[in-house]
């Protein structure tokens, strides 16, 4: 039962549905505080209260001589500072006395069905005004006219609440805007853990899990992107909780550019959490009737572990967030030629390539990188979103029409977002790029960030793209994007305001891709940042696929794709088979495990298939049909993780439709080891009354779950891999 109610006596908001209670209070002062957030209560009787304390050096309210009620320790929903609360605040509005002090009182509520979009921004949405139900909490400051709109929404079939947070200036004087945070929750008494998933270029979302400490743990991106190394998205966990049980919440902010985390744990073991845009050198001037807009953060609670906190998001941003006409649909098996010909490559070099492809039953065929301008290396070109003339004979426009006729579709590789100095663009336009006037600009591999904050900049690539795509055609882009911001400044910009060009950035992107999913419905987009750099929620309103690393060795990816699985579902997750030696760690694995570790993502190749063996190419048929047989089941099933990578030299994971009728299991372990212990692999999410037939043995639902049964004990030498496919036996 979906319901947010305001009990006038108590004067307490209570959001829930079966699955979990959130409880906001007004306290004296019109402080909005905060009560409860966790597992459902079915009715607050009110009794619950902050305990009143008089605390040394805790001050009271302006105008109170109530010495027991301080802003210093009580739980809030939004704080500020310098009115008592010396914790983090969730925001730090800059006014024209110089101060960033506030005092926000709650001013008025709202209360409806559905779920309003955000102008601007991704965000979930919903489809029909009864799946979710929204408070409005607006908050007043007087003194200078402000208000802040608290936005809750909870969804009638998953335990998420969304979150975002407007400001709008009704004074009479501009502010500046230094940090306005999507969120803020504060924690009674509880001793958290906390997991987040950090790493670099080729070891993305490596999942960290440590105590929460007294003080301030930040954890962001200034990079002007989601980032490889700090993604959006971290949970609090209790210090027991597994995968399969305790309590532990998560927080996915819904956004692609730098972003910050504060996780503040007080003296009183209060712990509070803040997320949203990066306030480091944020600077939103906001005149008299203007609103800024924060991004959303999808807040998830589980009371049976990590995989059930994971089960909810994937549901959710499969559900609520993936959008157009491939949300819950099968994506295709591809192949790339990246990894095959770097950018060595003509037509005969890719036929050969798609030939073998359409043998294998491959679907799709993607040309990566090098197409264009005069792109014969990474130092040239981007920018000049023209064929390369002469590279293939044939032309672009001919060669998709050769790859259609041979049954597959076609896919091309673009990086809008970018300039290489040795372009026909940057001749034309130098100052297009991201630069400060006067100032040297920082290359990153040999290339600079187009200043996608400027409407001629975006129209001028938009123009480029839609040439093309009215000339050749194409089923599906790899959007990618490979430096990071640096000398970041607008040129159109007044200096006071130069703090706001990386999120105007990320506002011209969204509007980009907007646009062009809108004029290109039928294309799939998958977007890319050297692998997984900008692998983010925000992402995926607009490309509902993800490269996910451009590391593709199967043992690291175990990793990668494990960390990936906490909050992004299967479905989003690119995941390719390549060459042995491994481009990224030399490598030799079998391609056994190669395909078994790829598969359990959105499935594709990644290497010349025109110079395999025959063998070999008999072995990828097979898995081929294997994935697209059971492809529903992997990119839409329920993903179970079994064995953790980061917690031995075993990996284990599961896939069973929502029917419980069949499931498959895939274990990996990375190295041989004599005398090995026999394994006993126990499954989790089987029907326990079912019987299931799992290589022509029978086996209970319920034994599979409580004895287990054994791996192979024959299974030799390192990076062996097995794979079970289970079937309810009618
Ligand atoms: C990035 C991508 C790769 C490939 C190259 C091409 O690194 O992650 O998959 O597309 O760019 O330059």
Not at 588 to 616: C, H, P
Request: with cysteine.
């Amino acid at each position: 039962m979906l319901a947010i109610q305001f009990d006038e006596q108590t004067q307490t908001f209570h959001l829930s549905n079966d699955e979990i209670s959130y409880l906001l209070g007004i306290e004296e002062g019109e402080v909005l505080s905060h009560l409860y957030y966790g597992k459902k209560i079915a009715q607050y009787h009110g009794n619950f209260r902050y305990p009143r304390i008089d605390r040394s050096f805790s001050p009271n309210l302006p105008g109170s001589k109530n010495r027991s009620f301080s802003l210093d320790t009580v739980l809030q929903e939004y704080p500020g500072f310098g009115g008592g609360d010396f914790r983090t605040p969730a925001h730090q509005i800059r006014q024209s006395d110089g101060t960033i002090v506030t005092d926000f009182k709650v001013k008025e509520h709202q209360i409806f069905s559905g779920k309003p979009s955000l102008e601007g921004l991704p965000a979930t949405y919903v489809q029909d005004s009864e799946e979710a139900q929204t408070l409005l909490v607006i908050l007043e400051d007087r003194f200078r006219g402000l208000e802040l709109e608290l936005s809750y929404t909870i969804f009638c079939d998953s335990p998420v609440i969304a979150r975002n947070t407007r400001l709008i200036n009704k004074g009479t004087e501009k502010v500046v805007v230094e940090k306005l945070a999507s969120l803020a929750i504060d924690f009674p008494d509880t001793p958290f853990e906390l997991i987040h998933l950090n790493g670099t270029w080729a070891k993305e979302r490596m999942v960290t899990r440590e105590a929460l400490q007294p003080g301030i743990k930040i954890l962001d991106s200034k990079r002007g992107s989601s980032s490889h190394q700090q993604n959006p998205f971290v949970c609090l966990a209790s210090p027991t909780m597994t995968e399969e049980t305790g309590e532990v919440y998560g927080f996915c902010l819904v956004y692609s550019g730098s972003h910050e985390t504060m996780i503040e744990k007080d003296p009183y073991n209060q712990t509070r959490l803040t997320m949203g845009i990066n306030s480091f050198d944020f600077r939103w001037v906001l005149e008299p009737n203007e609103a800024f807009q924060s991004p959303e953060v999808l807040m998830s609670f589980s009371d049976k572990g990590l995989n059930a906190l994971s089960h909810s998001y994937h549901d959710l941003l499969n559900e609520h967030l993936v959008r157009g006409r491939f949300k819950k649909q099968e994506r295709p098996v591809l192949i790339n030629n990246w990894e095959a010909t770097y950018f060595n490559f003509d037509e005969d070099k890719l036929l050969a390539i798609v030939d073998e492809a359409e043998k294998m039953g491959i679907e799709l065929f993607v040309l990566d990188d090098g197409w264009f301008g005069k792109r014969e290396s990474d130092r040239t070109s981007l920018g000049d979103w023209y064929e390369n003339s002469g590279k293939i004979k044939m032309g672009l426009a001919n060669l998709s029409k050769e790859i259609h006729a041979r049954g597959l579709k076609f896919g091309i590789w673009f990086e809008p977002e970018m300039i290489s100095e040795d372009s026909e663009l940057y001749r034309a336009h130098p100052d297009w790029a991201l630069q400060i006037p006067g100032r040297g600009m920082s290359l990153g591999r040999d290339q600079y960030v187009l200043d996608f904050s400027r409407e001629e900049v975006r129209a001028h690539i938009y123009q480029q793209m839609k040439t093309f795509f009215d000339e050749v055609p194409v089923d599906y882009v790899k959007w990618d994007m490979n430096r990071n911001m640096t000398e970041v400044y607008s040129k159109k910009r007044a200096p006071e305001e130069q703090g706001s060009t990386a999120h105007r950035y990320m506002l011209g992107l969204y509007e980009f891709m907007e646009n062009l999913i809108a004029e290109y419905p039928t294309i799939l987009f998958e977007s890319c940042s050297g692998g997984g750099g900008r692998f983010d929620a925000g992402m995926l309103y607009y490309m509902p696929q993800t490269w996910t690393s451009d590391n593709t060795d199967a043992i690291a990816r175990l990793k990668i794709q494990y960390g990936t699985s906490l909050v992004y579902p299967v479905s989003t997750m690119g995941s390719h088979v390549s060459a042995i030696p491994n481009h990224q760690t030399s490598r030799k694995t079998s391609l056994a495990i190669r395909g078994n570790v790829a598969m359990a993502g959105v499935f594709g190749y990644e290497l010349d298939l025109s110079t395999l063996s025959t063998e070999e190419k008999v072995e990828m048929k097979a898995q081929v049909a294997f994935y697209k047989e059971h492809r529903s089941l992997i990119q839409y099933g329920r993903f179970v993780r079994l064995l953790s990578p980061f917690e031995g030299n075993e990996t284990a994971w599961m896939f069973i439709s929502d029917d419980k009728k069949e499931a498959l299991v895939f274990y990996y372990r990375v190295l041989a080891e004599a005398s090995h212990p026999p394994k006993c692999l126990k499954l989790e999410g089987l029907a326990k009354e079912k019987v299931y037939m799992m290589e022509n043995q029978l086996f209970g639902g319920d034994e599979l779950m409580n004895l287990g049964f054994y791996i192979d004990p024959s299974l030799s030498g390192d990076y062996a891999t097995q794979l079970f496919y289970l079937k309810e036996n009618n």
